[in-house]
C-alpha cells in the first residue's frame, strides 16, 4: 500500500477571507497550515479548483483548493 506523507502541519486559528472567481467572499477560519497547505472551517461548501485568494493577517496569497466538505476545505499555496 501506498504511503500518503504529508508536510508536518501547525495547529492554527487565524480568521481569513477566501476569495474566488465563482463565488462572493467567504469568511473562514484557518484550521492547520503547513509549507504547501492548509485547512480551513468554512460556513458552506466551496468548489474545488483554482481561481482563489486566501487574504489573512494582511497577506493575499493565490491558493488553489483541493478537496472540499459541507464546512471544511482543504488547499495549495501557489506563491
Not at 504511503?3 to 484557518?30: F, M, N, Q, W
Not at 474545488?48 to 466538505?69: K, P, Q, T
Request: aromatic fraction near 6%.
Amino acid at each position: 500500500m501506498t504511503s500518503l506523507a504529508h508536510k508536518p502541519r501547525i495547529a492554527v486559528s487565524e480568521a481569513a477571507i477566501l476569495r474566488g472567481e465563482r463565488i462572493e467572499d467567504v469568511a473562514c477560519t484557518i484550521v492547520d497550515v503547513s509549507s504547501d497547505g492548509f485547512r480551513l472551517t468554512v460556513p458552506r461548501g466551496v468548489p474545488c479548483g483554482g481561481g482563489y485568494r486566501l487574504i489573512y493577517s494582511g497577506e493575499e496569497h493565490e491558493v488553489v483548493i483541493r478537496w472540499a466538505s459541507v464546512n471544511e476545505a482543504g488547499g495549495q499555496f501557489l506563491d
